[in-house]
């Protein structure tokens, strides 16, 4: 046995010294780098190490020789796992260093959007604290006018005798409207309060403005001329909240495509308006000034019915002109009441008399269809046409050709004269733009309004200093064009395909939208103010009726009362009423 047992040890020993000088020494890893002193006292360390193994080797039992061998192999195994670096050597320590590294780049990124969002949130606060000053200033100015106009209206009350016959006979016949418009403004308190503060800022900053120049604007105590106009734009949409059906007009088989109607406009004294579209047929009917009358009594519900109920009334055009291809615009000359321009799917301009029911002039020069003709409103001789071979042409009733050719880059799809000047043009063009020329020099536009995503399908003049633009982004834009600024972005109604029509007076922007729905946005506001949706026959149109669109719309000059037509065909006279 102990023979045995001297040649177990002798055969461990073996085993033993040959694991360990198998094995990689724990220094051979270890960066050759680091300082002389510390290299030398592992090298020591290492020594003794394997002084000791061999030491071990020779006295230790078959057990500790177990032990030791099983000691190395775990070593070597940690070796493998960890690519040959030992636990807690320096490769470990730079891997450590590297995830702290980036944990403190992760903590300094934290860091910044916090002082960044801390920073937007105090200059939003500071900025709601100055809204909180002008609107305490505003209720505090407000309040003491409600208080003056109230003794002024008792005193006036006495003078005449109402206070003391039915003292509550004012609060009886106000109550009512009061109460309606509240609630009217609590519902489209946001987009109030947009036009509010702007207005309000933008005094105080012209305010500031003059008092570098040393100019005062005010003279009375708590005057502010950005509340004023706001009070007369909250006044104007208070007043007008919904449309009213005064009359409606329905043109052949109301389900066929034939009877879209591309556009729709009065004549210079709203006295007859025109209509024109894919059925190549311009139609003249007269605006009956019952209509009027019914738009002045509210009660008259009869009457209403007994127009809607009579179409030789009203279906019926005074005055009808056919053309040889589908029309998409037509323009009433301003001063000549009997002369209108029309423009066709195959490029040509036509200048019709309505008297005679004869065209006067035909202008072919445009290669591709025509989308756009305007008469200018200041030269009654001089129109603009626009068309899908990308030219501008300026037209003169004198003349059989073009006086002015403008070339673009993209198809052109809305023209329109400045009311207050015969030498500037807006062009609607499908590159996403507006550009806007001086006739006298063509060589490039004077200013070119970006905003818009998609094809802009309509520019129309709300005053000679404002613009407003329709595109298939489903939006609407007003621009200040002596200013070369965007002031506001409309949306609410739904334009992505189709020409859906625009018409604009001093105050109010109208629009089509493809639900079949006319939209009212007041400038001041980028909300709608009102809608108004056409029916539709479901079960005569099947699916189809889901596809009609509101294609044609058109004011009455600066009054309340609208036209507006459909995809089907149906004319609407709309009449704003609160």
Same mark, same amino acid.
């Given at each position: 046995?102990?023979? @045995?047992?001297?040649?177990?040890?002798?055969?461990?020993?073996?085993?033993?010294?040959?694991?360990?000088?198998?094995?990689?020494?724990?220094?051979? #890893?270890?960066?050759?780098?680091?300082?002389?002193?510390?290299?030398? !006292? &592992?090298?020591?360390?290492?020594?003794?190490?394997?002084?000791?193994?061999?030491?071990?080797?020779?006295?230790?039992?078959?057990?500790?020789?177990?032990?030791?061998?099983?000691?190395?192999?775990?070593?070597?195994?940690?070796?493998?796992?960890?690519?040959?670096?030992?636990?807690?050597?320096?490769?470990?320590?730079?891997?450590?260093?590297?995830?702290?590294?980036?944990?403190?780049?992760?903590?300094?990124?934290?860091?910044?959007?916090?002082?960044?969002?801390?920073?937007?949130?105090?200059?939003?606060?500071? #900025?709601?604290?100055?809204?909180?000053?002008?609107?305490? /200033?505003? &209720?505090?100015?407000?309040?003491?006018?409600?208080?003056?106009?109230?003794?002024?209206?008792?005193?006036?009350? +006495?003078?005449?005798?109402?206070?003391?016959?039915?003292?509550?006979?004012?609060?009886?016949?106000?109550?009512?409207?009061?109460?309606?418009?509240?609630?009217?403004?609590?519902?489209?308190?946001?987009?109030?309060?947009?036009?509010?503060?702007?207005?309000?800022?933008?005094?105080?900053?012209?305010?500031?403005?003059?008092?570098?120049?040393?100019?005062?604007?005010?003279?009375? /105590?708590?005057?502010?001329?950005?509340?004023?106009?706001?009070?007369?734009?909250?006044?104007?949409?208070?007043?007008?909240?919904? *449309?009213?059906?005064?009359?409606?007009?329905?043109?052949?088989? +109301?389900?066929?495509?034939?009877?879209?109607?591309?556009?729709?406009? *009065?004549?210079?004294?709203? @006295?007859?308006?025109?209509?024109?579209?894919?059925?190549?047929?311009?139609?003249?009917?007269?605006?009956?000034?019952? *209509?009027?009358?019914?738009?002045?009594?509210?009660?008259?519900?009869?009457?209403?019915?007994?127009?809607?109920? @009579?179409? /030789?009334?009203?279906?019926?055009?005074?005055?009808?002109?056919?053309?040889?291809?589908?029309?998409?615009?037509?323009?009433?000359?301003?001063?000549?009441?009997?002369?209108?321009?029309?423009?066709?799917?195959?490029?040509?301009?036509?200048?019709?008399?309505?008297?005679?029911?004869?065209?006067?002039?035909?202008?072919?020069?445009?290669?591709?269809?025509?989308?756009?003709?305007?008469?200018?409103?200041?030269?009654?001789?001089?129109?603009?046409?626009?068309?899908?071979?990308?030219?501008?042409?300026?037209?003169?009733?004198?003349?059989?050709?073009?006086?002015?050719?403008?070339?673009?880059?993209?198809?052109?799809?809305?023209?329109?004269?400045?009311?207050?000047?015969? !030498?500037?043009?807006?062009?609607?063009?499908?590159?996403?733009?507006?550009? %806007?020329?001086?006739?006298?020099? &063509?060589?490039?536009?004077?200013?070119?309004?970006?905003?818009?995503?998609?094809?802009?399908?309509?520019?129309?003049?709300?005053?000679?200093?404002?613009?407003?633009?329709?595109?298939?982004?489903?939006?609407?834009?007003?621009?200040?064009?002596?200013?070369?600024?965007?002031?506001?972005?409309?949306?609410?109604?739904?334009?992505?395909?189709?020409?859906?029509?625009?018409?604009?007076?001093? #105050? %109010?922007?109208?629009?089509?939208?493809?639900?079949? #729905?006319?939209?009212?946005?007041?400038?001041?506001?980028?909300?709608?103010?009102?809608?108004?949706?056409?029916?539709?026959?479901?079960?005569?149109?099947?699916?189809?009726?889901?596809?009609?669109?509101?294609?044609?719309?058109?004011?009455?000059?600066?009054?309340?009362?609208?036209?507006?037509?459909?995809?089907?065909?149906?004319?609407?006279?709309?009449?704003?009423?609160?």
């Amino acid at each position: 046995m102990e023979g @045995e047992s001297s040649v177990g040890a002798l055969v461990l020993t073996m085993n033993s010294e040959a694991t360990i000088s198998k094995m990689p020494p724990p220094t051979e #890893e270890l960066d050759k780098d680091m300082f002389p002193i510390c290299m030398q !006292i &592992i090298k020591d360390a290492s020594l003794l190490e394997r002084t000791y193994a061999r030491q071990v080797a020779k006295t230790a039992s078959p057990y500790e020789h177990l032990c030791q061998a099983l000691q190395q192999v775990c070593y070597w195994l940690w070796s493998v796992i960890y690519g040959g670096r030992w636990p807690y050597g320096p490769p470990c320590r730079e891997k450590r260093k590297m995830e702290q590294e980036e944990a403190d780049t992760n903590m300094r990124i934290l860091l910044d959007f916090l002082y960044c969002l801390s920073k937007q949130k105090l200059d939003d606060l500071n #900025e709601i604290q100055t809204d909180l000053q002008y609107i305490e /200033e505003d &209720i505090n100015y407000v309040e003491k006018k409600r208080i003056e106009l109230s003794r002024e209206n008792d005193r006036f009350s +006495l003078k005449l005798g109402m206070f003391a016959d039915d003292p509550n006979s004012q609060l009886v016949t106000q109550s009512g409207p009061n109460a309606s418009k509240k609630k009217w403004v609590r519902a489209k308190l946001n987009a109030l309060q947009e036009c509010y503060l702007q207005k309000r800022r933008n005094w105080v900053r012209q305010a500031c403005k003059e008092q570098d120049r040393g100019t005062d604007t005010s003279n009375r /105590e708590g005057y502010n001329p950005g509340l004023e106009d706001f009070q007369s734009v909250l006044t104007n949409f208070t007043r007008c909240s919904q *449309f009213r059906v005064v009359a409606e007009l329905r043109q052949g088989d +109301l389900f066929h495509s034939a009877n879209i109607v591309s556009s729709i406009e *009065f004549d210079r004294d709203d @006295e007859l308006f025109a209509t024109a579209g894919v059925s190549r047929r311009i139609k003249i009917f007269e605006f009956s000034k019952s *209509f009027e009358e019914l738009r002045a009594d509210d009660h008259r519900e009869a009457s209403y019915n007994s127009v809607m109920n @009579e179409p /030789e009334d009203v279906h019926c055009p005074v005055v009808e002109m056919s053309t040889r291809s589908k029309l998409s615009c037509v323009s009433w000359n301003k001063y000549m009441k009997n002369h209108i321009a029309s423009s066709d799917y195959e490029g040509i301009v036509t200048v019709w008399d309505v008297t005679t029911r004869q065209s006067i002039m035909e202008y072919v020069e445009h290669e591709k269809r025509a989308w756009s003709v305007d008469f200018s409103q200041n030269e009654p001789s001089m129109l603009v046409s626009g068309s899908d071979d990308c030219k501008v042409k300026i037209w003169c009733t004198k003349q059989e050709a073009s006086v002015l050719n403008i070339d673009m880059k993209a198809n052109i799809c809305s023209v329109k004269y400045n009311p207050g000047s015969s !030498i500037h043009v807006a062009v609607g063009s499908a590159d996403h733009h507006i550009h %806007y020329y001086d006739l006298r020099n &063509i060589s490039q536009p004077l200013y070119v309004f970006r905003g818009h995503r998609k094809t802009v399908s309509y520019v129309k003049f709300l005053s000679s200093d404002e613009l407003a633009s329709s595109s298939t982004d489903s939006t609407l834009r007003l621009w200040d064009v002596k200013e070369n600024l965007a002031l506001r972005t409309f949306r609410g109604h739904t334009n992505e395909r189709n020409f859906v029509g625009l018409t604009v007076n001093s #105050e %109010y922007i109208a629009c089509g939208s493809e639900t079949n #729905e006319v939209f009212l946005y007041h400038k001041a506001i980028s909300k709608p103010a009102a809608s108004h949706r056409f029916s539709t026959d479901l079960e005569n149109g099947g699916d189809d009726a889901r596809s009609y669109f509101t294609s044609a719309v058109c004011w009455k000059s600066d009054s309340p009362t609208m036209l507006t037509a459909n995809s089907q065909g149906t004319i609407k006279v709309l009449v704003l009423a609160a």
